[in-house]
């Protein structure tokens, strides 16, 4: 008999011949785009301008040295020390200061000028000749201390850069200081670099400060790097980066290097479709051959919804019912093939699962019931009994503070015990209830002292409803009320290595060796009625919501007495850093 492919066999077959055809055309693509990218990046891109921005930074580095070599040289100290001595050879000084800056200022592969004035003196010397000797100076104009630009009439509408530095260094305006040290450098320098990098990069660079203001090459293109910088201005530009722009409809992409020294900008653009032509013409071909296989397609996705989508779209429906509670969902359809099998399993196993259900729920049904039964067991009638007498015989006594204080107390007390809605509450109303607890008790038995010292940080740890009270009112019941001494209940609350521990310790009778190690088995063995089904519950939700290492335990006090540790996970919960401490 022929063997005879299944409707999956097909369709994969199907898809491995369409898959073929793209793959190679997708790995002659990817290797086209490679390499234009490469060649990009190899040619003209942000590498190169960062490059070419580290040696232009380089350079004016060494040129804002220049005041600080200036300041140190011990001929230029001496004079501005004795510029005012009657026997000092100023003039000879000053001759020799003028020849220091002129050999510092032609050091430097910039065409550059430096400076010294001193206000009091109102003397300047500098390397330029039309400023040395001169009085005139901008005295009270605030000093540049970083790189600033400054346009300046003479210099064929090209700016100047100026750096200055100050003695003392404190001083804001020219004539608040000891001397000024000044360097100045033309933008014509930088328009020779941008020159020389236009040449051997076939670009078209310029520096803007993101503010509107440009230097240019010599040969640059004005209709574009105009509107490229009236783009850029007030833009939030990033150190380095490239961004696109739309020019004469036309995209560019535009190369950004931000100076370090100067704060400015330089900026390169190149036309993206002059980048992106070979992808373009790849993409192209692209389409074309996708078009072809359209046609392929169409037979596979009739063939892919006829035998494959209608089967699985009546199953998603299905589980979609199931997945409402809608248990009785089956489906039924004939696919003729191999869904067939999945669909007679999954009527199968949505039958038993229905059953399954049924049984969970009516077992959840039954847990409910004894767990409420547990809770309202944990509320003892005889304490409600003994509040409300309490309150007759104040009220017969005429003690109406005592009726006022029991009453309201009682009244938070059960407002919080009743309420089931939020089984996760902070520690801080746990500690109000038993607050209240103590309060009513203290009222019954004079006697009774608490005190509460917990740190604020815990006061927002999410702890388990009814987690402390049942605590409390065992030290009361076993400790306190069995002992004609024991009169004090403390809570104390800590924080250590992300654990929690809250005791709780009482001056009772206390239990011995013997009681205490019964005590501790019982708390890890099934409920039962030799042991308080609050400590039992306590003890195991901690366990069950914190995981190992929480939970409760008792210990022995040294001067008699129990105390009971409760331990839990730190919940990482923000907080204040005071601690809470409430004496009764």
Excluded at 329 to 343: H, Q, S, T, V
Aim: net charge negative; proline share 3%; charged share 20%.
């Amino acid at each position: 008999m022929p063997y005879k492919l299944n409707i999956f066999s097909k369709i994969l077959i199907l898809l491995v011949l369409l898959l073929i055809p793209i793959v190679l055309l997708y790995s002659y693509t990817n290797r086209i785009t490679n390499n234009v990218v490469q060649d990009q990046i190899q040619s003209s891109n942000l590498n190169q301008l960062s490059f070419f921005m580290h040696q232009l930074d380089a350079d004016v580095e060494r040129l804002a040295m220049s005041p600080v070599i200036l300041g140190s040289d011990p001929y230029i100290r001496e004079f501005i020390d004795r510029n005012e001595s009657p026997d000092y050879d100023m003039l000879k000084e000053q001759s020799r200061i003028i020849q220091k800056l002129s050999l510092q200022s032609v050091s430097s592969g910039w065409v550059n000028e430096l400076t010294i004035a001193i206000p009091h003196g109102k003397q300047v010397l500098s390397s330029s000749i039309f400023v040395n000797g001169t009085d005139t100076w901008p005295w009270d104009s605030p000093i540049k201390r970083t790189w600033t630009y400054e346009e300046r009439k003479g210099d064929n509408g090209v700016g100047s850069f100026i750096r200055e530095i100050s003695e003392p260094i404190r001083a804001q305006v020219a004539s608040q200081s000891n001397v000024l040290y000044q360097v100045r450098f033309s933008a014509q320098n930088m328009i020779q670099l941008l020159d020389v990098y236009k040449q051997d990069k076939r670009s078209d660079p310029f520096l803007v400060d993101g503010q509107n203001r440009a230097i240019y090459n010599s040969t640059s293109n004005p209709s574009i790097t105009h509107t490229i910088n009236d783009k850029l201005a007030g833009q939030g530009l990033p150190l380095t980066g490239q961004v696109q722009f739309e020019i004469a409809n036309q995209q560019y992409l535009i190369s950004i290097v931000k100076s370090e020294q100067l704060g400015w900008y330089l900026v390169d653009y190149v036309p993206v479709q002059k980048i992106l032509s070979p992808i373009t013409m790849t993409r192209k071909l692209f389409y074309v051959s996708i078009g072809l296989l359209l046609v392929m397609s169409i037979l596979a996705s009739f063939l892919l919804y006829r035998n494959v989508q209608i089967p699985i779209g009546k199953m998603i429906q299905s589980v979609q019912q199931v997945k409402r509670g809608d248990l009785s969902a089956r489906i039924a359809y004939r696919a003729k093939n191999e869904f067939d099998f999945l669909i007679q399993r999954f009527n199968e196993m949505a039958e038993q699962i229905q059953v399954l259900v049924e049984d969970v729920y009516a077992e959840k049904i039954r847990s409910r019931e004894a767990t409420l039964k547990q809770l309202q067991s944990q509320i003892h009638p005889h304490f409600l009994y003994n509040s409300l007498f309490f309150i007759i015989n104040s009220a017969e006594m005429e003690d109406k503070e005592s009726v006022v204080a029991m009453s309201q107390n009682l009244a938070e007390f059960y407002r919080y015990t009743t309420r089931v809605e939020n089984q996760n509450v902070r520690l801080q109303e746990e500690l109000d209830l038993v607050g209240h607890y103590l309060t009513i008790q203290n009222l019954r038995i004079h006697r009774l002292r608490y005190e509460i010292n917990v740190p604020e940080e815990m006061l927002n740890e999410r702890v388990p409803r009814l987690i402390l009270q049942p605590l409390v009112e065992n030290a009361i019941v076993h400790g306190i009320e069995r002992s004609a001494e024991g009169d004090l209940i403390t809570i104390t609350g800590e924080q250590k290595d992300g654990w929690n521990r809250l005791i709780v310790e009482d001056n009772g009778v206390g239990l011995d060796e013997a009681g205490l190690d019964k005590l501790l088995k019982q708390l890890g063995a099934p409920m039962s009625d030799e042991i308080g089904c609050g400590t039992w519950n306590v003890h195991h939700r901690l366990y069950y919501q914190f995981g190992e290492g929480s939970g409760l335990t008792f210990e022995q006090v040294n001067n008699g007495g129990l105390r009971a540790v409760l331990t839990w996970k730190h919940n990482l919960q923000e907080s204040g850093l005071a601690t809470e401490v409430i004496k009764r």
